[in-house]
C-alpha cells in the first residue's frame, strides 16, 4: 500500500475546519523559548526606570542622609551632649549611619515611583536567585576570594593607611557599642546599601548602556560613597568591589546574595581591625546572614516583600513560597 504524506499549508487547514477540526495550537510568534525563559529567570530583573534616576536616587539618599543627622544631632546638641567637627560621640555616629542608610532605602522607593509607576519588591531584586542558591553561592565564593586577592595586593603595594572606622564607633567602648557597631556593619549597611547602589542605581543605568558601563559606573560611585569612612587608597578596591556586586546581581537574579556577599566581606574586615580570632569571624559571620535572613523573613510576613517575580511578558507572577 503506497504511503501517504500529511499535506500542511493552507489547503490542509481548510480541510480540517471542514471536517469540524481544530487547527493546531502554534506557539505566538513572539514566545520565548524554555532555553530563553530559563536564562531570564537566572538574571537580575529589568524595569522601566529612567537612566537619569540613578543619580536623582543617590543625591536624595545623601540629602537624606544630612537631614536624619540633623535629626540626632540638633536635639543631642540641646541636651548638652559636645559634638564638634572633630568629634561625635560614638552612640550619635552610629545613630547618624544608621538613618543614613534608612535614607538610602527610601531614595531608592521613592525614584522607583517617580511618574506614578508601580512598585515591586522583585524589581529591586528581592527575590530568590534564579539560577539556585547553589550557583549563587559558588558566585558569591568566587567574589570573596578575587576581592581578597586584590586586596591584598593592593595593599603590598600602596600601604593605605589602617582603617579608624571602628574606633569612630567606639567598638573598643564597650559590649554594647560592640554589638552595635557590627549590627552596623554587618547587616544594616549591607542590606541598605545595596538596595540602593544594585537594586536601584545599577538596575536604572542599565537602561542606559548596558551591563558593564552600568557596572563600572556603579561601582566607581560605591567606592566615592565609602570616602571619609575608609582610607583614601582603600577606595580603588571598594570600587572594584562595587562592581563585582553588579555583577554579582546581574548573572545571579537576586539581590540577596550580594547582600550575603556584602555581609561576609564586612565581618571579615570588621574580625581582623579587632584582632579576633578565627572562630570569632566565623561566628559574626553565622550572626549576622541570620539576623539578615530574619528581617527578610519579617519583611515578607508583613507584605514588604512580596513572593512574586516577573516573568518573560514583564508582568508580575506570583510563586508560592518563593
Known sequence: MEKTTPIEGPTAERARLAFGESPPAR???????????????SRSPTTGWPPWTAPVALFGGLVLALVGGLVVDVPAL???VKISSSHTPPGLTIADTVL??????????YCAHIGGRIVRSWQFGLRRPGAGWRSASGLILLLLIAFIVLSAIWSVAVHPKEEKLLETLGSNEGTALLLLSAGLTCVVAPICEEFLFRGYIFTALRNWRGTLPAALITGLVFGGVHYGSAPTLDLVPLAALGFGLCLLYRYSGSLYPCMIAHSLNNSIAFGSLESWDFWQV???????????????????RVGVISAERPSLSGVPTVVPGA
Request: aromatic content about 4%.
Open 27 to 41: 506557539p505566538p510568534a513572539d514566545a520565548p523559548s524554555e532555553d530563553s525563559a530559563e536564562a531570564d529567570r
Open 78 to 80: 540641646v541636651l548638652g
Open 100 to 109: 543614613q542608610d534608612v535614607g538610602f532605602v527610601v531614595a531608592a522607593v
Open 282 to 300: 566565623i561566628a559574626l559571620m553565622v550572626a549576622s546572614l541570620a539576623a539578615i535572613w530574619a528581617l527578610a523573613l519579617a519583611a515578607r
